[in-house]
């Protein structure tokens, strides 16, 4: 049976572990990756290059959005046309989506690179931490554009039907990585331009693996293809269907820069990287998450524009409750042992280790909560619903946390900024809840609809 269309008629358990289990192991390996990669760092270079790397976080999010923005809009376009039939000029999707990202990473890249510690002041960045932001930054803004485009065309490796292949990607990028990172990083005693230069050569590889998927077969990008050439009207369908993970990118790198400018008011140095510490915590904990919503994207959106809304209901219902059940049980072994996970990161700090402790265990304190959201937010991206989709992420991102990341300090000091992201845990659940809840009455009226139409 063709790859593509025993979506709409296989298991949908079946195909949702099919597509998820890769997206969630490459997930997995790639935050593993960002918490060893900060391992080395801290016990290599000592706190304050954690801090360093934290303080760049606002960067490499702005990357990520656009990545998100033309990658995964591209790819949940193309798996939408596919739905609909041949004739929905879904072939010309993803050369238009390789060459806008091109395009943007690059120029963006350029831009960081002429504004470079301006643009880290900006951020929060300073003293010691500055200078080991810059160092690691510099270097970093190489391989950016490479991963932008890498991570943005494996979409599409995915919704191409190929699950195992787009997991490879990210798996060869981590690995490498986490390789690489000792080598620069202790044996050539490069400490934390070592890491950056890692970074980058893992990058590298992965953009040069995700690009010869594209160079065999029906899905050829070459210099000179007619499909690298950029068509506005497909640019434009491409940036809406991208515009929610794009804002919830740009979401990130808001309130890492807002949580860097109120650490450095209420808190201190350390304070900085136990913030950076639980980002990579609170990363891997959603990873699988995102990897079950990820797999779930291609298959929803196909059967929706096939007007298979039982099939849709199925996967959101069974994604949602997987998330669920992946998230409680990482929440309940992080806070089981949450000494354990701040001291790996420097040992040696034991005011790290304490202010940590504290900070984790009313950080992640409603996180479990997440789940909904982040299955109900792919959902509408994936059914072509982009209004719900920017909503449900703005409401954490934006409308919750940002005033609560102000608003407490007031109240509570360092503990206020630590206590915004449990209030905005819950705040968002709710909504997503009681929109939710409108979208599967409004399935219902679809799907009776749908069988009026076809006995007719």
Known sequence: MNRVHRIGSESTSKLLIEFS???????????????????????????????????????????MAFGMLIGIGGASLYSLCLGEGENSGYRKIPGNTFTLLLIISLFLSLVTSLSLNEILIFFGAKGESLIYASQYLKILLIGLPLQTVGYGMNNFIRAKGRPGMAMATMLIGSISNIILAPLFIFTLHMGIKGAAVSTVSAQLISCLWVLSFFRSGKSIIKPGSPILIL?????????????????????????????????????????VAVYGIMHCIMVFLLMPVLGISQGAQPLIGYNYGAGRILRVRGLLFKSVTASA???????????????????????????????????LNIFISMVPLAALQICASGYFLAA??????????VSRQIIFLLPMIMILPRFYGVDGIWMAAPVSDMAAFLLTLFILFRELQELKKKNLLFHQIERA
């Open 384 to 393: 072509g619903k982009p209004k719900q989709a920017v909503l449900l992420t």
């Open 325 to 359: 059940f992946i998230l409680l049980c990482g929440f309940i072994i992080v806070l089981s042992s949450p000494g354990f996970f701040i001291s790996i990161f420097n040992p040696a700090d034991m005011e790290l280790r304490s202010a940590g402790i504290h900070a």
């Open 231 to 271: 068509s506005i009207k497909t640019s434009m369908k491409t940036a809406v269907m991208g515009l929610g993970p794009f804002i919830m990118q740009i979401g990130t790198c808001v309130v890492a820069a807002v949580y860097n400018h109120q650490l450095m008011i209420y808190g201190n140095g350390p304070a």
């Open 21 to 63: 289990l890769p997206a969630i192991v490459a997930m997995l390996v790639q935050s593993t990756y960002s918490i060893i990669d900060r391992i080395f760092i801290g016990n290599g270079a000592g706190t304050a290059a954690i801090s360093g790397i934290t303080l760049c976080l606002p960067v490499i999010a702005i990357f």
